[in-house]
């Protein structure tokens, strides 16, 4: 199996280099009435309001992707029209240390994956046995690169080009949307605003490789346990 899936899935978090840039307003404040006791000091600053007030778009992305790497375990759903290879969609139960399960691909064309210790089982739709394949082997290990939470989060940086944009919900929980544009690739990212910060979805609109990112299930055990023996075939 190729990493397309990985590869495709780190290229959404990419994101464009240009700094923020901080706007501030300047300006002296007005004299009021000679004998007035506010007359000399300054009106102090309205507060920033809404989620995440004290901090900038492009630091909310960075908290939130180091709250997904800081998770146990989620779930990770992904739908990519990549221009060169297609669809690709998958739905993984992932951990850090590695284990998975889940399925790549869809009806006819989906694939059953299983991830525990250095074995990975997997097996085509409508099929009744699992191939093995140890993580060492050529096979195994690109099928492991499927379940390493570290491809498809990659470190934005503080200085990404995020602007903070409406709230929104997602899977029934409140979040922040960042937009962000680099070239012909639009970005919306939502981030969850109570809790931890996580990173709940992605969408990339634009470029080669457009689709959704969502994630879920935080810090849920992920059940990777393998197929019984009997159904098990050499890989």
Known sequence: MRRRTTATASVLFVCATTALTACSSSGSPTASAKNSPAASSPAAPAKPKGP??????????????????????????????DATDGPTKLDLMMDTKGDCTGTIGSGKDAVSLIKTGKTVYMHQANTHTWSKSDTTSANGKDLASVCDLNEYLTDPGQDNAATKGATTTVDGRPALVLTEKDGNESYTIDVATTGKPYLLKMVTVGGDSPGTLAFSDFDKPVHAVAPPKSSITAG
């Open 52 to 81: 995440f007030a004290d901090r900038t778009a492009g630091q909310v992305f960075t908290d939130a992707v180091k709250a997904n790497r800081q998770a146990s375990s989620l779930r990770l759903k992904a739908d990519i029209a």
